[in-house]
């Protein structure tokens, strides 16, 4: 079947503009996640969804990040007042249950440019 | 947090040549993955190995727990190969992975 998908996969937008970021995750996994990561680094975790609700959030740097999965399917990542700082590449991955042994499959990620 | 090293950061080899790369933390964990991630940006699961032995064709991998390291034994590389290799642990709430910062891998033809 079908792996993660993430739209757009290119995203440039000016600095203060509001952006959303969407994640298909594989059909039937119940959990998902957002990471991000800046230029020559690992990705950094965001959130964690288990179902509908936002399992951890302790990853979102600060309240301008917010993300909703309200079906328990698609996530949208979404970003207030962006600031050049937020350029990165956004990551989504899903598993099937959440547990320790799941396997983590990745999305191709969203790369955010902020000008 | 836990914290994640890996070393090398970066290395270069001539294709059929084998590698290990390393992973370190710095508290127990009962789960550790690697992930390769290609040229262009896409991460894949290789391993998920906590503790022992695991091999997948030509790579392999070994976690020891109690020494709080694991290695990525890479042989006869080839050219797709190239890539950042990430090892990644739980964090202490073990609902999320924290990820060291790579050893980004070249492998000449």
């Known amino acids: 079947g079908a792996g993660v998908s993430q739209t757009p996969s290119n995203k440039v937008t000016e600095k203060g503009k509001y952006v959303e970021l969407r994640c298909d995750p594989i059909s039937g996994h119940t959990a998902l996640y957002w990471y991000r990561q800046s230029l020559g680094q690992g990705p950094e975790f965001l959130i964690y969804f288990q179902g509908t609700g936002a399992a951890d959030d302790s990853g979102l740097p600060n309240d301008r990040f917010f993300a909703v999965r309200p079906e328990g399917s698609v996530s949208t990542l979404k970003i207030q007042r962006t600031e050049r700082g937020d350029s990165a590449v956004y990551l989504c991955?899903?598993?099937?249950?959440?547990?320790?042994?799941?396997?983590?499959?990745f999305g191709p990620g969203t790369r955010l440019t902020v000008l | 947090g836990i914290q994640v090293e890996q070393s090398p950061p970066d290395l270069i080899l001539q294709e059929g040549a084998n590698s290990t790369l390393r992973c370190n933390f710095s508290?127990?964990?009962?789960?550790l993955q690697w992930f390769h991630q290609n040229p262009w940006g896409q991460l894949i699961n290789l391993f998920y190995i906590p503790s022992g032995t695991k091999q997948n064709g030509r790579l392999s991998a070994t976690t020891v727990a109690t020494e709080r390291y694991s290695l990525l034994y890479i042989s006869s590389s080839q050219t797709t190969d190239s890539g950042v290799y990430f090892c990644a642990v739980p964090d202490n709430y073990g609902q999320n992975f924290v990820f060291g910062p790579g050893t980004r891998l070249s492998v000449l033809p």
């Open positions: 508290d127990s964990v009962n789960n």
């Open positions: 991955a899903s598993s099937l249950t959440g547990a320790f042994t799941d396997t983590q499959y």
